[in-house]
């Protein structure tokens, strides 16, 4: 795949560059970045004394060491199925072996909407009991770009406009819907909205993705199931 350079000096597009995992591998790092989720929100919401908190952070600290005394430079893909489509394991937004994912688990649904199902915590707050507003841009964005990839025409983010029509409660079980609503060459221009327990529309957006003129690697898209 051809090397392209991108902002920062890095290049894009380079999947012989990244570490391919299996799926018990994927298990074992789904499982740590759960206990790290737990964690997060414990450190959030902890009342535990001084000390309590140094002797936590201590073992914390060894604890990264551990994990630190192996590493690559680049997060895992894994393959699935027979198409070798590849698997963004670490998505912020769908990585299950993302701490910072909630994660968003991702189902392709009939007329080519793309629905997520999740849930937020408090770690995500922003206005005083709910969400703060650039987490469901963020998810949104990454829900908008699937749609994107599952209508046949994946691209990079140009423009995202959002619409927030009311705040995002966490703690209770919240819906993505993203669909495609046409392609003009290598433009692709998506809609999306999250949904509120009893269907109510908290927040909306629209987005233009651009194919590049470099290829995308393969399957880095909604037919991920992460």
């Known amino acids: ?3 392209v350079e991108a902002a920062g000096g890095r290049t894009i597009g380079r999947l012989e560059d990244r570490r391919w995992i299996g799926e018990e591998r994927a298990a074992q790092l789904a499982e740590l970045a759960a206990r790290v989720r737990e964690l997060t929100e414990a450190v959030v919401l902890t009342e535990v004394d001084s000390a309590e908190i140094a002797a936590v952070a201590e073992q ?18 894994a393959a699935e199925g027979t198409n070798g489509m590849v698997r963004q394991l670490a998505s912020p937004v769908t990585g299950r072996i993302n701490p910072i994912a909630p ?11 793309v629905r997520g199902e999740f849930t937020l915590n408090t770690v995500y707050e922003g206005p005083p009991g709910f969400v703060h507003g650039g987490v469901t841009a963020l998810v949104l964005d990454q829900m908008l770009g699937l749609a994107a990839a599952s209508g046949g025409v994946p691209g990079l983010t140009a423009t995202l406009d959002m619409c927030y029509r009311r705040p995002t409660p966490y703690g209770v079980p919240l ?18 909205h999250v949904l509120a327990p009893g269907g109510k529309v908290t927040v909306e957006a629209t987005a233009m993705f651009v194919r590049p003129l470099f290829q995308l690697p393969q399957g880095t898209g909604a037919s991920e199931r992460n």
């Open 60 to 77: 914390v600290a060894a604890l990264t060491a551990r994990l630190n005394a192996a590493r690559d430079q680049y997060p895992p893909m």
């Open 1 to 3: 795949m051809t090397e």
């Open 175 to 192: 819906t993505v819907e993203a669909r495609v609503t046409r392609t003009e060459g290598r433009k692709t221009f998506a809609e999306a």
């Open 103 to 113: 994660p968003v688990t991702v189902t392709v649904c009939e007329g080519g909407v």
